[in-house]
């Protein structure tokens, strides 16, 4: 047995080859996440959280000795969490082991190779050669490789290489604390041989590290076109943020950039200057002379780009005629071969298109710009703008073609080696909402819960809120109106204004949610407060809350027969029925005509009722999609459907649907399962959170696992304790087996 820091002077390959060494090497040795909690734990009985622990395995790459000084420097200390979160190569223990044990026993040369490298992230044998100073970079690595001095190579190859975490730390330190001075040229060094091999963000991270503001600059306005192709936002914005405002603003490219992460992080007003700016700036240029900044298709089509973005800010400010005006000047600024102008010019045209309710044009201009995109290149806009048509669609009556959509832009998202993974959860909440529509809620769940197993960020900052939303109406359809309001709180507090029509007001959903409660005072206040009154003049930016009013005029009249809150409702219901027919809306006609059927029932004209209801799924291109439509709306559309099923023209609608209705779990039991004893029945939410009780994890844990807040859960089991007549957790997961509800 031999046992030795670096590789010993042996035949080792020759005796690998033979199988005559067995070699426990420094990979080995690491600890794993197990059993570093063991011994941080157990052995030192420090008693840390998984997290904490998870954290410093992390940090120390599970290098035992880093775990052991870790140990040392958390005993005493009050905060253990912030300290963790804060632990590096800077701690004393570290450095005074790192320095002793290691940097002091190296070669001069060595020490400097290691100083002067330690800039770097991660590194080959050439870059360490443009940046140190020298010619044997690669030998030096495979040098410090044999030798095990926290070398971690990132390929098979043995080609590219980085520091252990710690180790570059301290490198990084002690190279700051002895030549502060030459640290920027090192940068410098470093950018320049990234630009040279075609590595562009890596050139200008080196560049703002070696605060060479003016050099920084260039390369950004060169990364810019990949950058906004990818959607890789937050890479730029982190850079514009190392800049100085001024900066900024003298780069036409930078400024229409900064001016665009203003308005996509809701701050629409402020974006304007910056747009102002780059046209100043370019405008100073003279006719023939060449610019001053980087020659890049951005620049180039930067007059294009601002109007699309101007269009944006119409767009947000409901200006739908300014934001057709402004896409139509960029079309006319972009060439025929600028497809992503074109198409960011045709998506604000179509969008335009759908605000003012004309969605035949809206679909085919924006199906233009779709088609532009891909000629761009650009696929992750490409495929997050299927959610848009895909919503067109829907307004179309056309659920089926809205599927179709949405799953082969899945399949190409999905297709191995395409970098378009933040379309992935947008796509998958879409097609959630499809299966809501359809009344397929545990298809709905399932495809939720898939896009939410994604990063946050993988989703579009301006479609973050529909998971939220598509959450809440589940919630609501499983009987749990409280926790959908609180998805529905939550989708507010994400949601950004301005970037596409808002068709479907979030307050508006809220104040459904309410009636269906019965807090119709409630859902009067949003009425009020929001201007929505039954004279308005219709239009379909105005329609979900239109039809939100006429729903709320249909309660109020059931709670209190009251003949001139029918007579506005369906004065309200003839005028939007009026637009939604001259533009050819197939879906809004299909809900106006629903609501009409439950308006006419409610006067107690039954039987022309029916035959509204028949009308309904008659214009319904694809009725068979269209569920919830009808099962939202609860008991009146029930005792309708019941009728209808016996004698209306629609047999088969109503009773497919009241199918639904029952194996869906909205408060009937169904075929085959076990009847509870309890007085009020379980709602399929509640069941979900009894399951969770049953389990070890606690309440924190469980909300988590829900995706709800602590103060929801509560509330939830605060239920659950009512309808089973219990007092604690355990007494309600043993009676809820005793009665088969698990």
């Known amino acids: 047995m031999l046992s030795t820091r670096a590789d010993p002077d042996l035949p080792l390959s020759r005796w690998r080859v033979r199988g005559e060494v067995v070699e426990i090497r420094a990979a080995d040795l690491r600890f794993t996440s197990a059993e570093a909690a063991a011994y941080l734990n157990d052995a030192t009985g420090l008693r840390?959280?998984?997290?904490?622990?998870?954290?410093?395995e992390e940090r120390t790459e599970g290098w035992i000795a880093a775990l052991q000084l870790a140990a040392l420097s958390i005993r005493g200390r009050e905060d253990v969490s912030s300290f963790i979160a804060r632990f590096a190569g800077t701690d004393r223990y570290i450095v005074d082991y790192l320095v002793e044990e290691v940097l002091a026993h190296q070669s001069e040369p060595v020490r400097e190779f290691l100083l002067r490298s330690s800039v770097l992230d991660r590194f080959t044998g050439p870059l360490c050669d443009a940046v140190v100073g020298r010619d044997d970079g690669r030998d030096v690595l495979l040098g410090l490789e044999r030798a095990n001095l926290f070398l971690v190579p990132l390929d098979d190859r043995r080609e590219w290489f980085r520091?252990?975490?710690?180790?570059?730390?301290?490198l990084r330190a002690r190279m700051l604390a002895e030549q502060p001075d030459l640290v920027p040229l090192l940068h410098d060094r470093a950018s320049r041989w990234f630009e040279s091999h075609d590595r562009v963000q890596d050139a200008v991270r080196h560049a703002l590290a070696a605060r060479d503001v003016d050099r920084a600059v260039h390369l950004m306005e060169l990364a810019a076109p990949t950058i906004r192709r990818d959607r890789q936002d937050q890479v730029m914005l982190g850079w514009l943020k190392q800049l100085p405002d001024d900066a900024v603003r003298r780069s036409p490219v930078l400024s229409v950039f900064y001016g665009y992460m203003l308005m996509v992080s809701g701050n629409s007003e402020a974006a304007e200057p910056f747009f102002d700016a780059a046209e100043r700036a370019m405008a100073t240029v003279a006719e023939g002379s060449a610019p001053p900044w980087a020659r890049t298709e951005e620049l180039r089509t930067l007059p294009a780009t601002i109007a699309i973005y101007r269009a944006s800010l119409a767009q947000a400010r409901g200006d739908t005629a300014g934001t057709a005006e402004h896409a139509r000047r960029a079309l006319a600024l972009a060439g025929p071969d600028d497809h992503l102008a074109r198409g960011g010019a045709a998506g604000f045209l179509g969008l335009a298109a759908w605000a003012r309710g004309d969605v035949s044009s809206a679909l085919e201009t924006f199906a233009q710009a779709v088609a532009s995109l891909h000629a761009g290149g650009n696929l992750v806009d490409e495929l997050t703008s299927t959610v848009v048509l895909a919503d067109m669609w829907l307004t179309a009556g056309r659920p089926g073609t809205a599927r179709r959509l949405y799953e082969r832009a899945l399949h190409v998202a999905q297709t191995p080696g395409a970098p378009v993974l933040r379309a992935i959860p947008d796509l998958h909440v879409g097609l959630s909402e499809l299966d809501y529509e359809a009344g397929d809620l545990e298809g709905a769940r399932r495809r939720l819960e898939t896009a939410a197993a994604f990063d946050e960020h993988a989703s579009l900052t301006e479609s973050r809120y529909r998971w939220f939303v598509a959450m809440g109406r589940v919630a609501g359809a499983e009987g749990d109106p409280e926790q959908a309001l609180d998805f529905l709180d939550q989708a507010e507090r994400v949601?950004?204004?301005?970037?596409?029509?808002?068709?479907?007001?979030?307050?508006?959903?809220?104040a459904r949610v309410l009636i269906t409660q019965g807090e119709l005072t409630r859902a009067a206040d949003w009425a009020r407060d929001r201007g929505v009154a039954a004279t308005d003049e219709v239009g379909y930016l105005r329609e979900f809350d239109h039809l939100t009013l006429v729903r709320l005029l249909l309660a109020q009249h059931r709670e209190q027969p009251d003949p001139d809150a029918l007579r506005q409702a369906e004065h309200l219901l003839t005028r939007l029925r009026e637009a939604a027919e001259t533009s050819g809306r197939a879906g809004s006609l299909a809900e106006i005509t629903m609501l009409t059927a439950l308006a006419q029932d409610a006067r107690g004209q039954r039987q022309q009722a029916l035959r509204s209801l028949g009308d309904t799924w008659a214009q319904m291109p694809e009725p068979d999609a269209w569920a919830r439509l009808f099962l939202d709306e609860g008991d009146p559309m029930t005792a309708l459907l019941r009728d209808a099923a016996r004698r209306g023209p629609a047999r088969d609608h109503a009773r497919r649907l009241l199918g639904l209705e029952v194996s869906g779990d909205v408060g009937t039991p169904g075929p085959g399962r076990p009847a509870s004893s309890?007085?009020?029945?379980?709602?399929?939410?509640?069941?979900?959170?009894?399951?969770?009780?049953?389990?070890?994890?606690?309440?924190?844990?469980?909300?988590?696992?829900?995706?709800?807040?602590?103060?929801?859960?509560?509330?939830?089991?605060?239920r659950i304790f009512t309808k089973l007549d219990v007092t604690n957790r355990r007494a309600a997961v043993r009676l809820a087996r005793e009665r088969g509800l698990l």
Do not use: C, W
């Open 495 to 510: 949601y950004l204004h301005g970037f596409f029509p808002d068709v479907r007001p979030i307050a508006a959903m809220r």
């Open 48 to 56: 840390l959280t998984a997290a904490d622990v998870e954290t410093l």
């Open 678 to 718: 309890v007085t009020e029945p379980l709602s399929e939410r509640e069941r979900q959170v009894l399951r969770l009780l049953e389990s070890e994890l606690t309440g924190p844990q469980i909300a988590r696992e829900l995706f709800v807040t602590l103060n929801t859960l509560r509330s939830h089991t605060k």
């Open 163 to 170: 520091y252990h975490h710690l180790f570059a730390d301290v």
